[in-house]
């Protein structure tokens, strides 16, 4: 069990461009969160999956995001035409059914110039 | 609705000394309860979770925190910091569903130990 791996660690992109973000999760764990973090701020809800499904997807979650897990084993986060107010810390955290806590990667830094 | 108050966006403190990171939440049902910490530039790390049974747990690195039903309380507790304690820390709740469900974190709390 390696823990919750993301990547990349820091991506730097023009704004307009899109994005795509990895994350591979502890095996098993059939339960995976996206969540956004801006400097001095605590992380904030993007999506939940179950397995391979979408359960959840926060309302403030513009529609340029979109989240994929297929096969319900890793997932991606994409967005479309960056903007400024995109640059954050994407942190992905996975956990397993029951009372367990989420284990979260290590992020991934997004800076849009 | 679940929702994590953080009281004090910065605490110092001598090293050697208490440390005390104040956390209320609101929930409708009762809730699960974490604190996490997060070092410059990496994830989040769990310290502790308070799930059922005993009210007062023990996490890694000598940190407690106690779950106080009528205070709506989840302080989290140090008797003696160390330097390398400095972090933020990010209490969390998350509701008794096995649905699923976000974890609900606060604004952060950011230690300074000073040698």
């Known amino acids: 069990d390696t823990g919750v791996s993301q990547d990349p660690r820091h991506k730097i992109t023009k704004r307009g461009q899109n994005v795509t973000f990895r994350c591979d999760p502890i095996?098993?764990?059939?339960?995976l969160y996206w969540y956004r973090q801006t400097l001095g701020q605590g992380p904030e809800f993007l999506t939940y999956f179950q397995n391979e499904a979408q359960l959840e997807k926060s309302r403030l979650l513009s529609d340029r995001f979109s989240a994929e897990r297929p096969k319900g084993s890793f997932s991606t986060l994409e967005i479309q035409r960056t903007e400024q107010g995109d640059s954050a810390m994407y942190l992905c955290?996975?956990?397993?059914?029951?009372?367990?806590?989420?284990?979260f990667g290590q992020g991934t830094r997004l800076t849009v110039v | 609705a679940q929702s994590v108050t953080q009281l004090g966006s910065h605490v110092s403190v001598s090293e050697g000394a208490l440390v005390l990171l104040r956390c209320n939440y609101s929930?409708?049902?009762?809730?699960?309860l974490f604190w996490y910490v997060q070092y410059p530039n990496q994830g989040l790390q769990l310290l502790l979770k308070y799930t059922t049974g005993a009210t007062l747990v023990k996490g890694i690195n000598g940190f407690e925190a106690e779950f106080k039903k009528s205070e709506t309380s989840f302080h989290l507790t140090k008797p003696s910091a160390h330097m390398s304690d400095a972090a933020e820390y990010f209490c969390?709740?998350?509701?008794?569903?096995?649905?699923?469900?976000?974890?609900?974190f606060g604004t952060g709390t950011s230690l300074t130990v000073i040698p």
């Open positions: 929930s409708s049902v009762p809730p699960y």
């Open positions: 969390a709740v998350s509701d008794q569903s096995f649905a699923g469900n976000q974890f609900y």
């Open positions: 955290a996975s956990r397993p059914m029951g009372l367990g806590e989420a284990f």
């Open positions: 095996s098993e764990h059939n339960r």
